[in-house]
């Protein structure tokens, strides 16, 4: 029995929990030893990266702090609006520290042009960005990607965090919705 049969019953599965959990552990033992023992702020991108964001943040071993910024881009649609908003910001100041932002997904790459631009006016003393997925054929603009886990096809995808219309965030692998 899978599970969670009912929710899962119109999805094929594209990147299963056991690929999922050893690409996060080879992305979270990189930052470990990129960072050489300093202190990390990751900042995790609402809500799409929360599950990511806690597997991750499990496999660094560095003095972490986690702070979290909602950002919104999207409609209950499939297709980037390109008006990025910030709907919550970051709890602290992060001038003087190492960021990671921490994104489930970079498929047009505004929403993290936006992030980036943002982020540079608060003088953090670095920025990288982690993202689970990238998906190069949709790139409208380039983003330097310091860490990714995956990369996909032009395929809309859900699970492990990432929605559609809010549906199938807790879908612990990620799939393509059959249609
Ligand atoms: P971008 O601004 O076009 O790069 O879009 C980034 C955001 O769009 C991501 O953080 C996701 O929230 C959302 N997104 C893009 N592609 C997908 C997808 O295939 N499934 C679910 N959300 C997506
Ligand atoms: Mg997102």
């Not at 990189?30 to 202190?39: S, V, W």
């Not at 540079?120 to 998906?135: N, Q, W, Y």
């Not at 330097?144 to 692998?173: C, K, M, Q, S």
């Amino acid at each position: 029995m899978p599970l969670l049969p009912t929710l899962t019953r119109d999805l094929d599965t594209l990147i299963d929990e056991a690929r999922l959990r050893a690409r996060v552990a080879e992305l979270g033992a990189k930052i470990t030893r990129d960072y050489q023992g300093k202190p990390l702020v990751l900042v995790s991108v609402l809500k799409g990266s929360f599950v990511f964001l806690a597997d991750l943040a499990r496999t660094i071993d560095l003095p972490l702090a986690i702070d979290f910024l909602g950002l919104s881009s999207y409609g209950d649609d499939t297709e980037s609006s390109g008006v990025v908003r910030i709907t919550s910001d970051l709890s602290k100041p992060v001038e003087g520290k190492h960021v990671v932002v921490v994104e489930d997904i970079i498929d047009t790459g505004l929403t993290m042009q936006f992030l980036l631009a943002n982020l540079a006016t608060r003088g953090p003393a670095s920025v990288r960005i982690c993202s689970l997925l990238h998906k190069p054929a949709r790139t409208q603009v380039n983003v330097p990607l310091d860490y990714v886990g995956f990369t996909i096809e032009d395929r809309f995808v859900v699970g492990y965090g990432l929605d559609h219309a809010e549906r199938y965030r807790n879908v612990p692998f990620i799939a393509v919705v059959r249609g």
